[in-house]
Nanobody, 119 residues
Framework: VQLQASGGGLVQAGGSLRLSCVAS????????IGWYRQAPGKQREFVAR???????IYADSVKGRFTISRENAKDTVYLQMNSLKPEDTAVYYC??????????????WGQGTQVTVSS
């Protein structure tokens, strides 16, 4: 499984961005895709996740502002980010959780996309 993240950029506080994560390879084995972010000097943190059954979960810091969704026909997961704050500035990564036929889980990471929110 390969992941390609895109959609980052520079936006003013209160603005919006939509990130995309396109999966390729054995995408049928993907159990869930999540978004994570890492700000300078900080550890990578969970942002949102969507399962193959379309259940979603969000970090408290982004609830009500971010929405994760998927478009199966395009093997793409989106992260719609509204009401952006300067503290949302980070490199955003997508991660796929993949099951193998033996019940093992593996993580696959995409490259990051930079989101910068100016005050």
């Amino acid at each position: 499984v390969q992941l390609q993240a895109s959609g980052g950029g520079l936006v003013q506080a209160g603005g919006s961005l939509r990130l995309s994560c396109v999966a390729s390879g054995t995408t049928l084995s993907i159990n869930a895709i999540g978004w994570y972010r890492q700000a300078p000097g900080k550890q990578r943190e969970f942002v949102a996740r969507i399962s193959s059954g379309d259940s979603t979960i969000y970090a408290d810091s982004v609830k009500g502002r971010f929405t994760i969704s998927r478009e199966n026909a395009k093997d793409t997961v989106y992260l719609q980010m509204n009401s952006l704050k300067p503290e949302d500035t980070a490199v955003y990564y997508c991660k796929a959780v993949v099951d193998d036929p033996y019940g093992n889980e593996y993580d696959y990471w995409g490259q990051g996309t930079q989101v910068t929110v100016s005050s």
